[in-house]
């Protein structure tokens, strides 16, 4: 008999599981446990199991994707940390980038190391950038660092010397040295977690990666011994920021690769669906009760980077977090979720988020002890939701709470009643995710109106079509299981793993032998960690280059192939890298050297895929209404009755025009007036602008 697969995502509001048993698909949506995120995923585990009337023992499969590491950054609720760094490098991580992310602002706020001066520790070392041994580590001074750090209680080490990407042997000694000293203090070297050039976004990483560390260890553990009291004897995978899946104690190693596993899950949902129904430009909204993630799709791949920051400090402003280099899909995430809070500035004018409700106490509909508006707030208001099947029935909401909130936080001020309050909330969130979509676009060289838009998440099917057409986009697919889209993603990812490796050359100075050498090292490595868990599944492997002109602070991209290089490659490789710059920035520059500086190897399993594709449409035929519902109408300032549809009754064909509403247990798609909405043969909407 074939096993079911699960997956779990903790959000920042909800805690998605889905479960799939052959054809058959289960899911339900709980709100997350904060203190104890694991009891809110262990409840909707077993919510799904008795829907789907199995056992524990016959799961398969557990894959696990949360938002701990990041809450705890974001927070600032992790270990006590230790900086060990190479002497005259104590300040790297408070001189940062030296420069402002806003020139003009002279009460500027910039974001606070993890680790503050008096915990990080200089070491007599100089290794070379050629790797070469200058000053050997002087091991007399650990003596009073050690004492330091006992004294301090400290929880967690990073050790961070300068050029270890390319030499790593300080460091290993330096760890040898604090292990035996230090029992049960994890230890995080910047060679292994982050072996590239750049030492500040390598002394931020492995600060990061340590401060996690010991807070993700326990959680894991816990979890996982929970889960084998439970009688679950299936595997443990855990969803990383750049879309594939690692062992548990990969991700114990690693837990910083951990932080944005959530908005992967779903990056890889509609890549998939991209893929099946024959779309070459996709936008991927994701919307849930905390934020909204945007992500841009080609040719069936979500754009992925390297570099990322977490715990900005104002305005979402690149520049004003902490720098993290993982492996992550490329995305934009805004504080614009369904628990975001709506509140008015010194102008009175309506702002939305970046603070959220959260689930506790989560916004003032749910009757838990919230007094602030928020966007759930006025989708209740404007009659969007249906208070009594919000979450599958599992949330009683309060309508009269909502308006209440509506009222006495903005609406009063401006002279408003609660309905136009909360069309007002419902405009500035939309604008919001309308103009971080248009910048987004813009750094990605993108043209947002060529894309179809693929709308998942609790809030995202509510706000997609409006959004849409701010973005001048045509079409919005809603997938099935909308609202738990990035756990369905989960069960789509391969199990899989990214190295890099630093090494700075020329394409007039190729070194092939040095190339080939560290490549089939990264290739072996992360072939090792993937085996352990691939359960006897296929690899295949995918590499990569950071190009930049000679002279140049930034790099793009250039795929390798999966062969041996050889001297003819380096001339091939300047013309992709050429032909890359031409595109997004429309010149070369054909005078001036090219450098090859960060080499990337990622092996992963082959994913899944349906093994037919399906057409966007089939045949036709007119959907029947179930009822109708009072909703707000801004345009003409009163409430009036719309058609609803129950996603249940929609079969493939099935088309109906707006206004309406498409409900299902866990979520609603408006369909705007002058909108088409049409059912695929895959079952999902097909929502179409007609004007």
């Not at 054809?23 to 709980?30: E, G, I, L, T």
């Not at 270890?164 to 060679?191: F, R």
């Not at 979509?437 to 998942?456: D, L, N, Q, S, W």
């Not at 247990?665 to 909407?685: D, F």
């Amino acid at each position: 008999m074939k096993r079911a697969r699960l997956a779990a995502d903790i959000g920042g509001t909800f805690t998605d599981v889905v479960l799939e048993h052959g054809r058959r698909r289960h899911s339900a949506k709980v709100l997350t446990t904060p203190r104890a995120p694991e009891e809110g995923m262990l409840e909707g585990i077993a919510r799904v199991l008795a829907e789907a009337a199995l056992v524990p023992s016959q799961v398969g499969v557990l894959i696990h994707g949360t938002t701990l590491a990041t809450n705890a950054l974001i927070e600032r609720k992790g270990a006590r940390t230790a900086l060990v760094t190479t002497a005259g490098f104590r300040d790297v991580l408070e001189m940062g980038y030296e420069k402002r992310y806003e020139h003009y602002d002279l009460e500027l706020e910039l974001p606070a190391p993890l680790v503050p001066r008096e915990l990080r520790f200089p070491v007599e070392e100089r290794i070379t950038a050629k790797g070469e041994i200058r000053s050997p580590l002087l091991e007399s001074s650990f003596e009073e660092i050690i004492e330091r750090i006992k004294e301090q209680k400290i929880e967690a080490v990073a050790i961070g010397f300068l050029h270890s990407y390319v030499n790593d042997c300080h460091e290993k000694q330096a760890e040898e040295i604090l292990a035996a000293a230090l029992p049960g203090v994890p230890v995080t070297l910047s060679s292994a977690v982050c072996p590239e050039i750049r030492e500040y976004e390598r002394f931020s990483t492995a600060c990061a990666n340590a401060y996690v560390q010991p807070l993700m260890a326990s959680y894991l553990a816990r979890l996982a011994a929970e889960l084998k009291r439970r009688g679950f004897g299936c595997p443990l995978y855990l969803m990383t920021s750049g879309g594939g899946l690692t062992t548990l104690e990969t991700a114990r190693r690693f837990p910083v690769r951990l932080v944005e596993s959530g908005p992967a899950g779903g990056a890889i949902l509609s890549a998939g669906l991209a893929r099946e129904n024959g779309l070459d430009e996709v936008l991927s909204f994701d919307m849930g009760g905390t934020t909204a993630k945007i992500c841009f799709i080609g040719q069936g791949r979500a754009e992925q980077s390297r570099k990322f920051e977490v715990a900005r400090v104002w305005r979402n402003l690149k520049g004003s977090g902490l720098p993290v280099r993982i492996p992550v899909t490329e995305m934009v995430e805004i504080g614009a979720g369904g628990g975001s809070i709506a509140r008015l500035d010194e102008l009175k004018r309506i702002q939305v988020g970046p603070a959220s409700a959260g689930a506790e106490p989560g916004p003032a509909c749910y009757a838990r002890g919230g007094s602030e508006p928020t966007v759930t707030d006025a989708n209740v208001a404007l009659g969007r939701i249906d208070p009594d099947a919000f979450a599958g029935g599992t949330l009683k909401l309060d309508r009269a709470a909502a308006e209440r909130a509506l009222l006495g936080r903005l609406g009063a001020a401006l002279g408003f009643d609660a309905s136009w309050a909360a069309a007002g909330i419902g405009e500035i969130v939309e604008e919001n995710m309308a103009s971080a979509a248009r910048v987004h676009a813009i750094e990605r060289g993108k043209a947002a109106e060529r894309c179809t838009m693929i709308a998942f998440g609790g809030g995202a099917p509510l706000h997609a079509a409006r959004l849409a057409a701010k973005l001048g986009m045509s079409r919005v697919l809603v997938p099935v299981d909308a609202s738990v889209g990035s756990a369905v993603g989960f069960l789509r990812a391969p199990v899989a793993f990214e190295l890099v490796r630093s090494l700075q050359l020329r394409d007039d100075f190729f070194e092939v032998s040095r190339i080939n050498k560290i490549l089939g090292k990264m290739q072996n490595e992360a072939e090792t960690i993937v085996a352990a868990g691939a359960l006897g599944a296929k690899l295949k492997t995918r590499r990569g280059v950071e190009m930049r002109y000679l002279g140049q602070g930034h790099e793009i991209s250039v795929p390798l192939p999966a062969r041996a290089l050889d001297a003819k490659d380096a001339v091939r490789l300047r013309a992709e890298y050429e032909s890359r710059y031409e595109q997004q920035f429309g010149l070369r520059i054909s005078d001036v050297p090219v450098e090859f500086l960060t080499w990337s190897v990622n092996v992963s399993t082959i994913s899944r895929e349906l093994k037919t594709k399906n057409a966007l449409k089939k045949k036709k035929a007119k959907a029947v209404a179930s009822g109708k519902r009072e909703v707000f109408d801004p345009k003409s300032g009163t409430s009036r009755p719309i058609p609803t549809y129950l996603r249940r009754d929609l079969t493939p064909g099935m088309q109906f025009a707006g206004p309406a509403l498409a409900i299902e247990p866990q979520t609603t798609t408006l369909v705007p007036r002058g909108w088409r909405c049409s059912v695929t043969a895959a079952g999902h909407l097909l929502l179409e602008n007609q004007t």
